[in-house]
């Protein structure tokens, strides 16, 4: 099963920055100007992407743990707190909607360096997603950039248009060719319950690369976890893991849409890294949900007692949105504050 059913769509929606006096490519801003450096969440862009108003996820109207420029090899998304979640289904743009359905992602950097690349042309990068859905789960693997497919060799797996390894499909934008592959946990591990959303705050998701394998551990409500280990690593994930962006989306290509009233705290924690992580704004998904980004709500830690380092933002579809939680320096533990 593959998750992204519009690659094309996603890619285009990989990188997130916002571009002042430029035009923008298809990664991102190509001037002086661009308002996003290397992802670093400043002041000035943090105020420019809180003002770009929208659904969470293509866009990248989202936070995320970001340690460049050294790179990462774990992280651990979870929901410390989920309040008035009733109901969710998905919708999709032709209208349809898919009641019950979401998806759980955990995703990289875009674009990230991989040996992978070695000998292709530049700008050559990968992309990697943890994903569970209501009904399948696995890693989804993607290659961009990686060069023009030589006549008739445009069919999935074909060697010069994309890596000669079974299930590897190709497509081409702009004269160049895309990778994609989906690795279900289905066929070796076994499926997954399909969680109802009113337990939501028991689903945890924990990604593992490793320069040989990558790993995808999902924790159900009633304790249990299952693990897929994915080997050899078929991107190169933890080459270039510099940033990991966890949440809650529709399902496979789909906006989730929550009842009215939900607040939801989200956690990224992340280890492996030299520095300490601060808020990025650079991951993003070809899945959206309803709930808006609470700005000012992210707070960083490199680390507090037994604490990981990370990072926590609130999002929410109340109207008008909950004020932000005041965090404390280097405490990733928010305080509610009455007089925000």
């Known amino acids: 099963m593959k998750i992204h059913v519009n690659y094309k769509r996603a890619v285009i929606a990989t990188k997130a920055i916002v571009c002042v006096a430029a035009v923008p490519?298809?990664?991102?801003?190509?001037?002086?100007?661009?308002?996003?450096?290397?992802?670093?969440?400043?002041?000035?862009?943090?105020?420019?992407?809180?003002?770009?108003?929208?659904?969470?996820?293509?866009?990248a109207n989202d936070f995320d743990a970001l340690v460049a420029p050294s790179t990462m090899n774990h992280a651990v998304g979870?929901?410390?707190?989920?309040?008035?979640?009733?109901?969710?289904?998905?919708?999709?743009?032709?209208?349809?909607?898919?009641?019950?359905?979401?998806?759980?992602?955990?995703?990289s950097n875009s674009l990230f360096s991989t040996p992978i690349c070695n000998g292709?042309?530049?700008?050559?990068?990968?992309?990697?997603?943890?994903?569970?859905?209501?009904?399948?789960?696995?890693?989804?693997?993607?290659?961009?950039?990686?060069?023009?497919?030589?006549?008739?060799?445009?069919?999935?797996?074909?060697?010069?248009?994309?890596?000669?390894?079974?299930?590897?499909?190709?497509?081409?934008y702009d004269g160049?060719?895309?990778?994609?592959?989906?690795?279900?946990?289905?066929p070796t591990r076994g499926p997954l319950p399909a969680v109802p959303i009113t337990q939501l705050a028991g689903m945890k998701m924990q990604a593992d690369a490793a320069p040989g394998s990558d790993t995808l551990t999902i924790y159900l409500p009633d304790g249990t976890s299952k693990s897929l280990t994915v080997?050899?690593?078929?991107?190169?994930l933890a080459y270039g893991w510099n940033e990991a962006g966890f949440n809650v989306f529709g399902f496979n290509g789909g906006q989730a849409i929550f009842n009215p009233?939900?607040?939801?705290?989200?956690?990224?924690?992340?280890?492996?890294?030299?520095?300490p992580p601060r808020c990025g704004f650079?991951?993003?998904?070809?899945?959206?949900?309803?709930?808006?980004?609470?700005?000012?709500?992210?707070?960083?830690?490199?680390a507090n007692g037994p604490r990981p380092p990370g990072i926590t933002f609130t999002e929410s579809n109340l109207s008008p949105l909950p004020k932000p939680d005041f965090c404390l320096l280097n405490d990733i533990t928010p305080i509610g504050s009455p007089l925000l």
């Not at 490519?25 to 943090?46: H, I, P």
């Not at 160049?176 to 289905?186: A, H, M, Q, R």
């Not at 607040?263 to 890294?273: L, N, Q, R």
């Not at 309803?290 to 707070?299: E, G, M, R």
């Open 282 to 302: 650079d991951v993003t998904s070809g899945e959206t949900t309803n709930l808006t980004l609470v700005s000012s709500s992210c707070c960083a830690s490199y």
């Open 25 to 59: 490519t298809l990664f991102g801003c190509r001037s002086d100007d661009q308002v996003e450096k290397s992802g670093v969440m400043t002041q000035s862009n943090l105020v420019l992407a809180q003002a770009a108003s929208g659904p969470l996820g293509s866009n």
């Open 120 to 172: 292709r042309p530049a700008g050559c990068g990968g992309w990697q997603q943890f994903i569970y859905t209501t009904s399948d789960w696995g890693i989804e693997y993607f290659l961009f950039g990686w060069g023009a497919c030589p006549p008739g060799q445009q069919t999935p797996g074909t060697q010069g248009c994309c890596p000669a390894a079974d299930s590897w499909g190709s497509w081409m």
């Open 231 to 236: 080997s050899p690593s078929q991107a190169g």
């Open 78 to 107: 979870w929901f410390p707190s989920v309040t008035n979640v009733t109901s969710v289904y998905t919708l999709y743009a032709d209208g349809t909607q898919r009641p019950g359905a979401y998806g759980l992602q955990l995703n």
């Open 176 to 186: 160049s060719s895309y990778c994609t592959k989906w690795v279900s946990g289905v």
């Open 261 to 275: 009233g939900v607040t939801i705290k989200v956690e990224t924690d992340v280890s492996g890294s030299t520095v």
